[in-house]
């Protein structure tokens, strides 16, 4: 019923469920809080793991309480690299919620890197600044970018064969800056892009995975057949 922080052989025990969600910001009176934050801050190399018993309510630790940890984590201006160690018995929550779970975390890594970047976590506001230039993939929640009119959601092209996500960025700049050379409109650059990124995923390792023209087309026909 806890975050256990580990830092090689440093943990630090806090218990962000004692917090009600609408108070949770008074966690950060927690005197093994603010020493885990002070050792982050004085040792930017060392790694942060969190270790969690995640659910949507009940006997775990609620998914917001995970999220508001991390965005207290953010605000604190922690740069140290994250990890995630969670588990989702079923008992007080979906078999599949842990994937949900993913989704909203990747969000909020997302919105720290759109901040980071432009002085703001809205991800809309900032594409509207650039229309047609800046372009944002939200993993599952798809890709969005403004159109020069409006803002564009385009949905994921999702896959149930997922194997590893490593190289899925690459593997969609790659193909993107392709189609931009070779007369695509945006959109369709992106979309295709889209397709290339979902068959990488399917295949594990990075490189092996990034599909060539021949096989993308193929996989695009089999697709919307």
Do not use: W
Request: proline content about 3%.
């Amino acid at each position: 019923l806890s975050f256990i922080a580990l830092f090689n052989i440093k943990a630090f025990h806090v218990h962000t469920e004692r917090y009600p969600l609408n108070k949770y910001s008074e966690y950060k009176f927690n005197p093994k809080y603010n020493e885990m934050i002070n050792y982050l801050k004085s040792n930017p190399l060392k790694k942060l793991h969190l270790c969690i018993l995640l659910s949507d309510g009940g006997v775990s630790s609620h998914i917001e309480h995970l999220k508001k940890f991390l965005q207290e984590l953010i605000a604190s201006k922690i740069d140290n690299n994250i990890y995630i160690q969670a588990i989702s018995d079923g008992r007080d929550s979906d078999k599949y919620s842990i994937k949900k779970y993913i989704e909203d975390i990747l969000l909020i890594k997302i919105k720290k890197e759109c901040e980071t970047i432009f002085g703001t976590d809205n991800i809309e506001e900032s594409v509207t600044k650039y229309p047609n230039k800046l372009i944002v993939t939200l993993g599952t929640e798809g890709v969005i970018y403004h159109d020069g009119t409006s803002i564009v959601k385009l949905p994921a092209i999702l896959s149930d064969n997922l194997k590893d996500t490593t190289g899925a960025g690459d593997t969609f700049n790659g193909n993107l800056a392709y189609c931009l050379t070779h007369d695509y409109t945006l959109k369709d650059a992106i979309v295709r892009a889209q397709y290339a990124s979902s068959m990488k995923v399917q295949v594990p390792t990075a490189q092996s995975g990034m599909p060539d023209k021949e096989e993308l087309d193929e996989y695009i026909e089999d697709l919307n057949n």
